[in-house]
């Protein structure tokens, strides 16, 4: 019996694969950073049972009408809209990803981003490396304070939730806006909830941490940084088609906004010319969320027993079209 053939779209640790070796023929991609071009990966896919991917993979409509062995995609990834769910559930492939193993992980990028831009770290640091520093002064690279601050989270889900934790150490007021209110959530964090444009508008640091759909593309526009105070600092750890980026840019220009934390971006991965770069106040670190050691190698681990289970005429750990059936 032909073993089934599962195809991996980035270079993962072999000792991660291990498991998925002992039962599948493996193939990977082995390009360090330039991503699996298109047509290559239509080609591997099309032959494939199942399918190891990242965010950064497109897995449209035409991949998946054209791979008729494809049991399951697996995605390295809390979200999945890299993938064509509907498609896939038609054609009863599992789409799964990695829920809950990188909620501790992003916040705390989430955190460091909005302490970053609060205290200009960046910025102090670039100030040290040009010469520039030859005195203490009293309004030397003064930032702003953090502590007692008012913090706005925009998508109260499980990151959020650990995001409003830290900010209790803080001594921070929290200020959350969902699409549903979540009293649990409200008492058991001290977090109160109110309406978009209210949390703009009274939020010190607002942390954008929404999933990608219909309704949250394009929420961060020139309406919504123009309702923030000419202090706020934005923060989007969330996903970058979330934000009109030249309505953010216009923002900090113009003084609308203070300064901004950025992981995610509309097209990733962006130049170093892009427009973004080029604002002193604005610290930009490449879609981290959830890279450490820890975190990613649990990620992979889930990602491959993902794969395992569906082979082995298994339920996935962790899925999200909940219509397939096996």
Not at 85 to 98: E, G
Not at 152 to 160: D, N, S
């Amino acid at each position: 019996m032909k073993q089934p053939y599962v195809y991996i779209t980035k270079k993962i640790p072999k000792e991660v694969i291990g498991p998925l070796e002992k039962i599948a023929t493996v193939k990977m991609w082995n390009g360090e950073s330039e991503k699996v071009p298109v047509e290559f990966l239509k080609r591997e896919v099309a032959n494939a049972t199942a399918l190891f991917t990242t965010l950064d993979d497109t897995i449209d409509h035409s991949i998946i009408e054209n791979s008729p062995q494809l049991k399951v995609i697996s995605n390295m990834a809390v979200g999945y809209d890299n993938i064509d769910i509907s498609t896939a559930t038609k054609h009863s492939i599992f789409v799964c990803n990695t829920p809950d193993i990188l909620n501790d992980t992003t916040a705390d990028l989430a955190f460091a981003l909005l302490m970053s831009s609060a205290r200009r770290i960046v910025e102090g640091q670039q100030f040290i490396k040009d010469g520039y520093w030859k005195d203490w002064g009293p309004l030397l690279m003064v930032g702003r304070d953090i502590h007692h601050k008012t913090l706005g989270i925009v998508g109260m889900g499980r990151i959020g939730e650990k995001v409003a934790k830290r900010a209790t150490g803080f001594d921070m007021e929290v200020l959350y806006h969902n699409r549903t209110k979540r009293d649990s959530v409200g008492e058991a964090l001290n977090a109160t909830y109110c309406s978009f444009d209210e949390l703009l508008e009274k939020a010190d640091f607002i942390i954008n941490l929404l999933p990608l759909t219909d309704e949250t593309r394009n929420k961060f526009d020139e309406s919504a940084f123009s309702k923030m105070k000419n202090t706020a600092i934005f923060i989007n750890v969330g996903r970058g088609m979330s934000v009109v980026e030249e309505d953010l840019i216009y923002a900090l220009q113009n003084g609308e906004i203070a300064s901004a934390g950025l992981d995610v971006y509309r097209h990733e991965p962006i130049s170093n010319q892009h427009p973004l770069l080029k604002l002193d106040q604005v610290v930009l670190v490449p879609h981290i969320g959830s890279a450490t050691i820890e975190t990613r190698t649990k990620m992979m681990q889930l990602t491959v027993q993902n794969i395992v289970n569906v082979l082995e005429g298994k339920y996935p750990e962790a899925y999200v079209n909940k219509d397939v059936k096996l």
